[in-house]
């Protein structure tokens, strides 16, 4: 048992961890905020591109979201648990960090080993959605319609992508391939946008991925800080015998 002038010493020490601690776990806190407006900006922003690709893919905006409450949750139980200076809360809340860590370090590999997938995968569901396309709109043709109009650009790597098609047959193009608003293409190219649309959303999708990976590693890394504070606090608490005055 700890002599009362070594709890004296050491109570300063413990007492700073815990307010480093706490200004981590608001900072932490505010990550989750940030993860979970990043999953529903890109659920809102980038529907459209997610449902062009497989279904798996379409769970991301959800895994962020998911991932962002679950810190929001877990911020919270660790400032009450600093506050409280309870060891085993204190543990618990790391082994959280812990175990969050490394599903987000799984998940980043993942996503680093399978992103040339996500473009073939892409380009062939484009390629399906242009062959069954349909002016009265299905998910896909609305995704297509969406891309064409917001991006001006018509078919996967040019205009001529639509001449095989079944609608292009039948009726012409798509009045998203416009390069003017209310025209009426119909097979007349000089009306529809030259450029395809496949190199211009991969060019999005590989910016905007790039800041939801930048966010992602970020916190990832700053979790780290927060496994040692919380470590390092549980085992000063329960060596010391500290109590709180």
Known sequence: ?????????????????????????????????????????GKVSLENYFSLLNEKATNV????????????????????????????????????LTLIFLV??????????????????FKTNYEKALKQYNSTGDYRSEAVDKIQSTL????VTNYNDWKDTKYYIEIGFPKSCCKLEDCSPQKDADKVNNEGCFIKVMTIIESEMGVVAGISFGV????????????????????NQYEIV
Request: aromatic content about 16%.
């Open 61 to 96: 905006p959800f895994v962020l979201i998911g991932t962002g409450t679950v810190i929001i949750l877990l911020g919270t139980f660790g400032c009450f648990a600093t506050c409280r200076a309870s060891a085993w809360m204190l543990k618990l809340y790391a082994m959280f």
């Open 220 to 239: 990832a890394c700053f979790q780290l800080v927060g496994i040692f504070l919380a470590y390092y606090l549980s085992r000063a608490i329960t060596n």
């Open 104 to 121: 987000e370090l799984v998940a980043a590999i993942v996503g680093f080993v399978f992103r040339h997938e996500i473009k073939n995968s």
């Open 152 to 155: 001006h650009c018509c078919g």
């Open 1 to 41: 048992m700890a002599s009362p002038s070594r709890r004296l010493q050491t109570k300063p020490v413990i007492t700073c961890f815990k307010s480093v601690l706490l200004i981590y776990t608001f900072i932490f806190w505010i990550t989750g905020v940030i993860l979970l407006a990043v999953g529903i900006w």
